[in-house]
C-alpha cells in the first residue's frame, strides 16, 4: 500500500479551507462522493460539490457503517471523503471497505493515529468498541485553522497515543524474540521518528500550543507517519502493543472512560512498569500533559485497575506483548499495580 497524500492549508479560515478541499475534491474527477461528517465537520465539508451527506449518529456501529457502504456502492457513489473526528474517520474507513472506493480524510481533531492508518475502531452490535482492519485513505486533508479550534483534550490524546510509539516497539522486539513476529525495519524506522518528532512537546501541557500551526502540523505529520508504519508493515505492530492492549480492556469493561490516546497514555504507565522502568517517571510525564496518570482520573479504583491488567490479554488473541510475558495472576497483578500507584 502507499502512503498517502497530504495536503495543508494554512492560507486563511475555515471557510476558506472549505473552498479548498471542494476544490481539491472536484480535481479527482468525481461526480458522487459520499461525505460522511460529524457535527464539528459540516462547516469543512459544506462546499464539496454533488455530495450525498451522512452524519453518524453517536452509537453508529460497525454495522452503520457496513451498510452505509453497500448503499453508496449501490447508489454509484465514486469517492467517500471523512470530515470529522477519529469516530467519524473510522467509520468512514469501514464504510469506504465496503463500498470498495477510496478515501479522503479531513480531520478535525488530532486525538490519534488513525489519520490514515488501515485500522477502524467503531462499536459493535453489542456497544463495545472494536479495533478492525480498513481501507486507508488515499490522501489526507489538514485545514490548520480547523485543527487549531479543536478542543485541547484532542490534542492531548494525540500525543497520548504517540506515547505508545516506543514501547509497541520494545513488545515487536519481544515478540520477534519469541519468534512469534517479523520486524519491519522501514515501519519500525517510521514509528521511531513519528515518536521524535513530537517528543520536544512532552513536557508541557498542550495548552499552551493549541493554536500554534507550527505544533499542529508537528503533532499532524508525527500521527501520519504512524499512521503509514502501519500501512507499510501491513499490521498495527509499529504503533501498538501491551499499552493499546490496556485501552480495549478499558473500553470492553468500563465503556472507555477517556479518549483513545489518553487511555493509551494511562496504559504505557502499566507497560513501563512490566518492562522494568520507573513507572513515576513516565506517571510524571503523562500527568503534566493533562493525560491519566492514576486510576482515579478515569474513574477507577485500584482493585479497577487490577481487573483490567488482567483483561487486558484477552482484547488481542495472538498479540504477544511484556503482558503476556509476564503472565500475571491476581495476586502478582495487584502488587504491580500496588507498587505504581498506592507507594508513589
Request: hydrophobic residues 45%; glycine residues 10%.
Amino acid at each position: 500500500m502507499e502512503a498517502p497524500r497530504v495536503v495543508v492549508f494554512d492560507a486563511g479560515d475555515e471557510d476558506a479551507a472549505a473552498v479548498h478541499l471542494a476544490g481539491l475534491v472536484d480535481e479527482l474527477g468525481v461526480s458522487a462522493p459520499l461525505v460522511v461528517a460529524s457535527v464539528h465537520g459540516e462547516r469543512l465539508a459544506r462546499s464539496i460539490k454533488g455530495a450525498r451527506y451522512e452524519i453518524p449518529s453517536p452509537d453508529a456501529s460497525v454495522d452503520w457503517a457496513s451498510a452505509l457502504g453497500a448503499d453508496a456502492h449501490r447508489a454509484g457513489c465514486d469517492l467517500v471523503v471523512a470530515v470529522g473526528g477519529g469516530r467519524c474517520l473510522d467509520l468512514a474507513k469501514l464504510a469506504t471497505a465496503r463500498a470498495g472506493l477510496t478515501m479522503v480524510s479531513a480531520p478535525t481533531q488530532l486525538s490519534h493515529d488513525g489519520l490514515c492508518s488501515p485500522v477502524a475502531v467503531a462499536l459493535d452490535n453489542h456497544g463495545i468498541k472494536r479495533s478492525l482492519g480498513a481501507i486507508a485513505p488515499r490522501s489526507v486533508y489538514l485545514s490548520l485553522p480547523t485543527l487549531a479550534a479543536s478542543p485541547v483534550d484532542s490534542l492531548r490524546a494525540g500525543l497520548g497515543d504517540l506515547f505508545a510509539n516506543p514501547f509497541a516497539l520494545r513488545d515487536w522486539a519481544l515478540a520477534e524474540e519469541r519468534g512469534l513476529a517479523e520486524i519491519d525495519p522501514v515501519a519500525w524506522d517510521m514509528s521511531e521518528r513519528s515518536y521524535a518528532a513530537i517528543e520536544p512537546f512532552l513536557e508541557a501541557d498542550p495548552a499552551g500550543s493549541a493554536g500554534d500551526h507550527r505544533f499542529l502540523r508537528s503533532l499532524a505529520d508525527a500521527l501520519i507517519l504512524s499512521g503509514v508504519a502501519m500501512i507499510h508493515s501491513g499490521s498495527s505492530r509499529p504503533a501498538s502493543g501491551g499499552e493499546h492492549e490496556i485501552s480495549h480492556a478499558l473500553d470492553e469493561l468500563f465503556g472507555g472512560p477517556a479518549m483513545h490516546g489518553a487511555q493509551v497514555a494511562f496504559g504505557c504507565i502499566f507497560s513501563a512498569a512490566l518492562y522494568g522502568d520507573d513507572p513515576s517517571v513516565l506517571r510524571d510525564r503523562v500527568a503534566k500533559l493533562g493525560l491519566p496518570a492514576e486510576p482515579a482520573a478515569l474513574g477507577l479504583s485500584l482493585d479497577d485497575a487490577v481487573t483490567v491488567l488482567l483483561a487486558a490479554p484477552d482484547t488481542r488473541p495472538g498479540r504477544f506483548t511484556i503482558i503476556e510475558e509476564a503472565a500475571l495472576d491476581e495476586s502478582a497483578a495487584r502488587a504491580l499495580v500496588e507498587s505504581i500507584w498506592e507507594n508513589k
